[in-house]
């Protein structure tokens, strides 16, 4: 402290916390006494309170700061720039360095932070705050007296002036206000009304209401008329209804103690008071409730509350800014200043000069806008500036230049007056808007005869970018009177900035101003040290005179925002992170760039380019658009460093964008702030520099969020369902209205029913959201806050539900937390939670980063329609990436093969890419095996095709990547890709699409994808594995017949047989079509008879299908069931050649011969296709050729007798080299005749047949041959060929023929005896019947020989030999020469009168059955010519002995009882049973008889299957096995004891696979019972009767049958009938089994007839046939002749599945003579022939059988 320690006039310190322990800013208010040059501003408080070590010295808010013209107007300045601040704890205090004098009789005001104690204080304890000045040796100069808290501006000495600490916060009330006109204007008093005045708790204590220095309290407060106690929406009216009192014109007092009740309870009062002009210092009113005394204690004030005072009118930052002061310059003149008060239309500015402005010279702006403009001069000479608006003007900031011309001669500066009026024409007259302020004007000087800036090459630290520190050298000659000036006014170009503390940086020493250039310093006189200049003339320093350097600086700068907000939180690059867009044009080509943004804002902490996006454009550049290439990214908290890949860099004179992340402040900046860019040249010289103002903000959200909820990926054109929850940090009324903006180009998903898809789902009652859009570049929603209708809601209230229910809880204008009210009516609280649901489209490309986010903003609208709407608050949600689709991307295949796995095809890719790409990524991902090595890629360059070879990598032969390409957003992209190997299996193709740009790390950046392309099917490959052409005799009527396998098909015949085996790599399903065309019009396809059979391990099943055929040369083949892929199918058709086949080469690969392709109905491409494709390897030279028919050849009808010579005749046409080719047996009587030939053949090119090379003189032939025994197989097909040149066969033959008019006829014979094993010396009773033409050639009494051959193991005998013929005849017997074969010699007899021969020898039956079983009967004449025969008479089977047994086989998971029964039924008939059992058992197949199979449900065991959930069943197997290597015991026990059911299962699974079954589940196999020896039934020899003989008559037949004991071995008995007969049966009654003497009726079960020449009688299971004679009588057809074996069979069967006499099942078979057309009728007759005259009572033999039965 000096000894001259003076008192500050005026101090005062105000709160913005009167809450213990709340941190705050205090407002600190002095007015300097003294003057002090360097000075030192101190803050003392009171012990408990503490200042912050890194303490600021801050501004206050604009409506502090003032000058005025009125004694209540007190000018109060700012502190600017400070050099320092620091603090000390004991005592707590503040320095604030200001590095400048302050003024004596200025006011000063700033903030600095301060935080409260944590307990209240004592009320005396307040007089410790101090404020004092000091000087730069830290002495004090001023300090307040009696401390510096008081309230009002006496400093009295009562502390209960002051301001305290309370103990808790009392919810803030509002101040709702009436006109505030200034009381010395109107001399009327205004009001307040204070509500809502709520207490947390119930108290009794007095209330205090202080206002700000200058405002006053009405002393009249009853009086005036605007007092109320309870005011409009208080619920109570102040306790006792106190009325307050006035004192010291601030404090309104209600000094009775007051009892307030908490709870619902609301309180609040309105009070007069006056308004002032100005307030003299804060703003802020106190309300408080407690005890205000000096001597308070703690807890004595429980509540208080700060709340905002209004904004006054009065025009604020008033400001004269000149060129120059120079005698007679002309310069411009800038006036501006701040209103509060908006301005009507008609309004406007008034600006009056003082008396320096006398001869002061003004003319108006040449630009006006809007505004009338007058200059003039008062009547006292003073210049007056008026400016009139012809529309409304909001409140703000306001400039105008003027261009003005000084006076002739030097003036004082003087003041300005600045104002306001609503009819500035009247004025002095007119009405003021704002309080008028004072302003400080110019002087007029002498002028400067010389003044120069030298060039910035000789200066040092010269930097040309703009707002940067700089040097420069200013030379300048004074005036010739000597005086040196005390100040110098320095004023550079428009747009200069100096320091405000920049004394020391000015430099007059001359040897540092020029130390680049000391010789310099001679041309100049050095200036003395400035600080030392006394009070003199202030020379102008002229600028016109100056020239300025050009600025390296940016140009068409912007600096954008993706949302103009505060930040809500989250990190940089965070969904809630805002984003940034800076666009501008260097002057100078750069390295590197860097913005500094202002300190609150943060671009994270970063060393990637990572979310930087730098674009440039210059129409230079062959690509105008450019991506930058970038090098390196350094991001740390508020600068973006980034630096160019050199030598290219930034270029000059191109307009470039960067956009990145960017988090905004958290607070709405207290002043204005700018953001710098600046460049680094390439090599490291100074670039562009400049300062650009930051975006205005508004008040960020309390909560944002936006979500997709839709469970689809994102994708572009797809429909997504969004939520939207958005909570304001801001007050919304009635009107006001919020946006939610979409990002660019999402657009809206409207439908029928809605055009604004948009819900509101929270608060209940909401405004119809309204959707509108800008084109497609901007959508938004737009909500308008409602104006409650139904109920009249008090101000300040909320309506909680749509009822009538009213609360009256305040909202304040800012708020910290959410909550959810019901409705969005009147005002509509900060914080409310608005949640949306809306339906959007993706658009077709991913907007930048900068435009991908979503925004929620507030507005309030204007006044009018003149007003601008303001936002008040918003808010950004980043978007989220979603995969852009290419526009109509197409990959399909062109011009070439479509065959799975062909070479050589051809791709076609299309689309209209959403983004421009350098690169291209084609993925075939499915099927597999394609490849793209070694491709062509080709487009069309105008007109022409152009084609360059691009390869994929031979470890990804399917990914082909096509680089450095020019693909264009929106453009069509088309390539054409050849020689592509096409995907080996066929199938949906699925391919992928790829673009990616280079990034501006010169990486890939992926930009377009097509995602999975699905839209065709590739045609799977039918491979065609064999191809079969012949004859329909060669493949379908006869496949054995060696002749016609290598006949090839005629011509013109309907007679082309055509097999194709084939298979797909595509399953066809039914319903689609298999198509065979003939490209080469070679064969004609008919539809009959086309079949399409499945080819197993040695067996084809039919598989079901229709054909139709495509005249001339195709055929259509509709698929019926499923083609599984990897099955060979074979496809048989007949066709007829149309013209001659033509030969292959041998150097051909494939030849167009066959297209053979699968189609679906919904599918353009063929399913499968061979591409035509036919390997010439299966086109044999051999088998793949055509002929033509040979004509005339015919043969005439006749029919011989096995084994005799005839002579055959017919036409043949007479050609060279012509072979006939004779019957398989037949032998060519050599020589030829009566024909001749030149050559017989025993063996006609390994076909077996003779064949003679005929020397035909007329078409008319005849040959004399013996025939066989009987035909090969049927096959009695004479051929005339002739064969190729120089071949000697019938392959590719040139013309051929067949004919089968010749037949045989076997005579009619037959053989019975009794069929058991080991007989001796049994009858052997022989009938045969001799044909009429033998007869006739053997004459009526000549010699002939019956010859009788017996199979191998037989003996015939001749003892006992008997005969049928007369005793006159004589008949001879001799055996051998083998002991099968017996010879008997006749004479002395006319055979052709003896009708049906009999005879009689004696038998030795063998052990078992020979193969064959046949008997060789013939008759011969005297020169042993065979005269007719029957080579294979039927001997009679010996049965074995059998045991029967039955397994069963445990089976699981299986579908059902019917399917399980179907399976065991396939199984029984393809063997598989069978061979199983026989395998099992070790012993031959044709041992084991199956005879019936039952599927039944469930299992004995139902434990083992009771816990599995599957169905269980079994499969029970009757079967009956012999084996002439096993005796029967053996055989018992292999089945019981030997493995035999392990060994059964073991071998059913591999072996119903191999038949082409499913193989079953079979989990084990019993046998339930000990097998049984069968027992032999005793039958004897059937026999017929019938009712009609006559030909192709119809009548009865019976079969009759003696059992001669009863037997339960027989399950069925099969009655087959010869060839030509057939039975009539219809239903179960056309059958009778008729009792001949038995005991009992035949146990029939059913009959069966698998066709017409069999019938099948099944008998009940289990039953036993009783001892007697049954009848089993039908009705049947006779044939039209004869036919040659007229032999009946009955067979007596173990099984139920006996189909034929050689069935396993068989026990026994008999086979007897029918009866012949012409035999009489007889009611019960042996079997033999009607001729015959004589029963044998020898020839109804008994015969016992060893059979199997159950």
């Known amino acids: ?195 809502p005045i709520q207490v947390p708790f119930d108290l009794s204590t007095p209330m205090r209401f202080t206002a700000p220095l200058g405002w006053i309290w009405e002393p009249a407060v009853v009086e005036s008329g605007f007092w109320q106690d309870a005011a409009f929406g208080s619920t109570a009216a102040l306790p006792g209804n106190a009325v307050p009192t006035v004192s010291d014109d601030i404090f309104l007092s209600w000094t009775t103690p007051m009892v307030f009740v908490s709870g619902d309870e609301i309180y609040g009062f309105r009070v007069p008071v006056r308004v002032p002009r100005w307030p003299s210092t804060g703003a802020d009113f106190l309300l408080e409730l407690g005890n205000w005394s000096g001597t308070a204690d703690a807890g004595q004030r429980p509540l208080a509350v700060l709340l905002p005072g209004p904004s006054l009118s009065a ?66 000479g003073e210049i007056l500036l008026r400016m009139v608006s012809a529309r409304a003007l909001l409140a703000g900031t306001y400039s105008f230049l003027f261009l003005c011309t000084n006076a002739a001669n030097t003036v004082p500066a003087g003041s300005w007056r600045f104002a306001t009026y609503q009819d500035p024409e009247n004025y002095p007259d007119a009405t003021e808007v704002d309080t008028p302020s004072t302003v400080p004007g110019f002087a007029v000087q002498e002028a400067l005869q010389h003044f120069e800036r030298l060039p910035a090459a000789i200066t040092w630290s010269f930097d040309p970018r703009p707002l940067r520190d700089s040097s420069t050298i200013l030379a300048f000659t004074l005036p010739g009177n000597g005086v040196l000036p005390s100040r110098v006014r320095l004023r550079g170009p428009e747009g200069m900035k100096l320091k405000l503390h920049c004394m020391p940086q000015i430099v007059v020493d001359l040897g540092q101003v020029f130390q680049l250039d000391v010789s310099l310093a001679a041309n100049y006189s050095q200036l003395p040290d400035l600080f030392s200049l006394k009070d003199a003339t202030m020379w102008q320093l002229c600028p016109a005179q100056v020239a300025a350097s050009p600025v390296q600086t940016f140009s068409d700068v912007q600096v954008l925002l993706a949302s103009p907000s505060t ?28 913005i500094t943004a202002p300190m609150p804002y943060n671009f994270g902490f970063s060393m990637t380019c990572g979310g930087i996006r730098f674009i440039g454009q210059d129409p230079a550049r062959s690509d105008a658009t450019f991506t930058q290439a970038l090098s390196r990214c350094a991001a740390s908290s508020n600068t973006l460093e980034i630096t160019f890949q050199v030598p290219d860099g930034m270029l000059a004179g191109a307009l470039y964008t960067v956009e990145a992340d960017v988090l905004t402040p958290q607070q709405l900046p207290s002043t204005p702030t700018q953001f710098q860019l600046s460049s680094t040249q390439i090599g490291g010289g100074v670039g562009d520099d400049v300062f650009v103002d930051e975006p205005s903000l508004a008040r960020g959200l309390l909560y944002f969020e936006v979500i997709s909820v839709s469970t689809e990926p994102p994708r572009s054109g797809l429909t997504a369902e969004v939520q939207i929850k958005v909570s304001f940090s801001s007050l919304a009324r009635a009107g006001d209205f919020i946006r939610l903006i979409l990002p660019p180009r999402f657009l809206f998903a409207i439908n029928e029913t809605s055009s604004c898809p948009v819900t509101v789902t929270s608060p209940t009652v909401a405004p119809s959201p309204q959707c509108s859009c800008q084109g497609v570049l901007s959508c938004m929603v737009t909500l308008q806050v409602l104006e409650a209708t139904t109920t009249q809601i008090p101000p300040n209230a909320t309506l909680v539900s749509n009822t009538s229910t009213t609360t009256t809880t305040t909202w304040a204008a800012t708020c910290t937390s959410r909550s959810d009210p019901a409705a969005m009516l009147d005002l509509w609280p900060c914080g409310s939670l608005l949640t949306v649901r809306l339906f959007t489209v993706y658009p077709q490309t991913v907007p930048v980063s900068f435009e991908n986010a979503w925004l929620a903003e507030m507005w309030s609208p204007g006044v009018d329609d003149q007003t601008a709407p303001t936002m008040t608050s918003a808010g950004i949600y980043q978007g989220w990436q979603f995969e852009t689709v290419m526009q109509d991307p197409r990959v399909v295949l062109g011009t070439g093969p479509t065959r799975a796995g062909a070479v050589g095809g051809v791709l076609q890719i299309a689309f209209v890419p959403a983004n421009a790409a350098s690169k291209l990524i084609l993925t075939a991902v499915s099927p597999s095996g394609w490849d793209f090595q070694a491709v062509d890629v080709c487009e069309s360059v105008d007109e022409a095709v152009v084609c360059v070879r691009a390869s994929a990598s031979a470890n990804s032969p399917n990914v082909l990547i096509l680089d450095n390409i020019s693909i264009k957003a929106q453009v069509l992209f088309q390539r054409e890709l050849r020689n592509v190997r096409l995907a080996s299996g066929g199938g949906i193709a699925r391919f992928e699409l790829a673009t990616f740009a280079l990034g501006q790390m010169g990486n890939e950046v992926a930009a377009d994808s097509s995602g999975s392309l699905a839209a065709w099917r590739l045609p799977g490959a039918l491979e065609v594995s064999a191809l079969q052409l012949g004859t329909y005799q060669s493949i379908v009527r006869d496949t054995g017949d060696t002749i016609f396998q290598q006949l090839p098909p005629r011509l013109l015949l309907r007679e082309t047989v055509l097999i194709i085996h084939f298979s797909v790599t595509q399953a066809c399903f039914s319903g689609d079509i298999l198509s065979l065309e003939d490209p080469t019009g070679t064969f004609e396809m008919f539809q009959e008879n086309a079949t399409i059979k499945q080819v197993g391990n040695g067996f ?83 088998s793949w050729s055509s002929s033509s028919l040979l004509s005339p050849f015919n043969m005439a009808a006749q ?124 009858d052997l009773a022989v009938s045969l019947s001799p044909g009429a033409a033998a007869l006739a050639l053997l004459g009526s009494a000549s010699q002939s020989y019956i010859q009788v051959q017996a199979p191998v193991g037989y003996t015939l005998r001749c003892g006992g030999f008997r005969s049928s013929l007369p005793d006159s005849a004589r008949v001879d017997c001799q055996v051998g020469p083998g002991p099968g074969e017996a010879v008997l010699g006749i004479s002395n007899v006319d055979l052709n009168a003896a009708g049906t021969l009999h005879f009689s020898f004696g038998l030795d039956t063998p052990a078992a059955d020979p193969s064959p079983n046949l008997f060789s009967i013939a008759l011969r004449d005297a020169s042993n010519v065979t005269l007719d025969a029957a080579m294979a008479v039927p001997g009679m089977h010996i049965p074995q002995a059998r045991v029967e047994a039955f397994v069963s086989l445990l089976v699981v998971d299986f ?90 299962q073991s071998e059913l699974g591999p072996r119903a696979i191999a038949a082409g079954l499913v193989e079953l589940q079979v989990t084990g196999a019993s046998v339930p019972a000990t097998p049984v020896p069968s027992q032999p039934p005793n039958v004897t020899t059937p026999t017929l009767r019938w009712s009609s003989a006559d030909a192709n008559s119809t009548g009865t037949v019976s079969v009759n049958l003696i059992f001669q004991r009863s ?127 004589r029963l044998w009572p020898w020839l109804v033999l008994a015969m016992s059988f060893c059979v199997n039965g159950r």
């Open 567 to 594: 930040r809500l939180g989250g990190t940089v690059g965070s969904t809630l992170s805002n984003g940034i867009r800076i666009i501008f044009r260097p002057s100078v080509t750069a390295e590197s760039f860097r």
């Open 1199 to 1322: 029919v011989g007798a096995p084994g005799t010579q005839i002579q055959v005749s017919g036409d043949i046409q007479v050609v060279d080299d012509l072979w006939l080719l004779a019957p398989v047996g037949v032998v060519i009587v050599s020589p030829c005749s009566p024909t001749p030939c030149s050559d017989i053949t025993q063996d006609f090119n390994g076909t077996g047949r003779q064949a003679a090379l005929l020397l035909p003189t007329s078409e008319r032939f005849g040959l004399r041959v013996e025939l066989p025994a009987s035909w090969d197989s049927g096959r009695n097909d004479w051929v005339a060929v002739v064969p190729a040149q120089g071949r000697l066969d019938g392959v590719k033959a040139k013309m051929w023929a067949s004919d089968n008019s010749v037949s045989l006829r076997a005579m009619p014979a037959s053989v019975t005896y009794p069929a058991v094993a080991l007989t001796f010396s049994v």
């Open 1455 to 1544: 579908e059902n009882v019917a399917r399980l029964q179907a399976w065991g039924e396939a199984a029984q008939e393809l063997g598989v049973l069978r061979g199983s059992i026989a395998a099992a058992l070790n012993i031959g197949e044709e041992g084991v008889s199956v005879d019936y199979v039952q599927a039944v449900l469930g299992i004995s065991d139902a434990r083992r299957l009771q816990s599995s959930g599957v169905v269980a069943g079994q499969l029970q197997v009757n079967f009956s096995a012999y084996s002439n290597l096993v005796q029967l015991a053996e055989l018992s026990d292999r089945i019981v004891v030997g493995g035999f059911a392990a060994g059964l």
């Open 1100 to 1182: 084809m099943l039919d598989f079901p299908s229709s054909a139709s055929a495509k005249p001339p040369n195709a055929l259509e083949i509709t698929v019926e069931d499923v083609m599984a892929p990897g099955t060979v199918f074979c496809l048989q058709l007949n066709a007829r050649l149309r013209r001659q086949i033509e030969q292959t080469s041998t150097n051909e690969v494939s030849r167009k011969l066959f297209n053979f392709r699968a189609f679906r109905s919904t599918e353009s491409l063929p399913v499968n296709t061979n591409d035509g494709l036919i390997l010439t390897s299966l086109l044999s030279q051999e």
């Open 1 to 195: 402290r000096s000894l001259s320690t003076g008192t500050l006039p005026f101090a005062q310190v105000l709160p913005g916390s009167v809450l213990v322990g709340e941190s705050h800013l205090l407002q600190v208010f002095f007015t300097a006494g003294q003057t002090v040059s360097d000075a030192t501003v101190e803050v003392e408080a009171p012990p408990g309170f503490a200042f912050s070590p890194s303490c600021t010295a801050e501004e206050l808010p604009e409506t502090i700061y003032r000058n005025g013209e009125t004694p209540d107007s007190v000018v109060i300045e700012r502190f600017a720039v400070v050099q320092g601040c620091f603090s000390l704890a004991s005592p707590p205090r503040v320095h604030v360095l200001l590095g400048r004098p302050i003024q004596q009789g200025v006011s000063y005001a700033f903030g600095i932070m301060v935080q409260n104690p944590s307990s209240q204080s004592s009320q005396e304890e307040q007089l410790q705050w101090m404020v004092r000045t000091r000087d730069s040796s830290d002495l004090v100069v001023e300090e307040s007296s009696g401390g510096a808290a008081w309230l009002d501006a006496s400093a009295s000495d009562s502390p209960g002036k002051m301001w305290g600490l309370s103990t808790s916060e009392l919810d803030a009330p509002t101040l709702r206000w009436g006109e505030l006109l200034p009381f010395y204007i109107t001399l009327n008093t205004a009001y307040v009304t204070v509500l």
């Open 315 to 380: 025009v604020r930052g008033a400001w004269v800014d000149y060129v120059t002061g120079r005698v007679g310059e002309q310069h411009g003149v800038r006036v501006q200043l701040t209103t509060a008060t908006p301005i009507f239309a008609g309004g406007g500015f008034i600006f009056e000069g003082g008396v320096a402005t006398r001869r002061l010279r003004c003319s108006c702006p040449g630009t006006t806008d809007g505004y009338t403009c007058a200059v003039q001069s008062l009547f006292s």
């Open 1607 to 1733: 037997t339960s071995a027989i399950r069925a008995v099969l009655i087959q009938l010869p060839v030509g007969y057939s039975h009539l049966l219809v239903s179960v009654d056309d059958l009778r089994i008729i009792q001949r003497g038995a005991t009992s009726a035949f146990p029939m079960d059913q009959p069966q007839t698998r066709s017409t020449s069999s019938i099948t009688v099944l008998l009940n299971p289990g039953v036993t046939i009783a001892a007697g004679g049954y009848g089993f009588e039908f009705p049947f057809r006779m044939p039209t002749e004869d036919p040659i074996q007229n032999i009946w069979t009955v067979s007596l069967c173990s099984g139920v599945y006996c189909d034929n006499a050689r069935h396993a099942s068989v026990i026994t078979s008999f086979a007897f003579s029918g009866f012949e057309i012409g035999d009489l009728p007889t009611l019960l007759r042996p079997a033999v022939s009607a001729s015959s005259k």
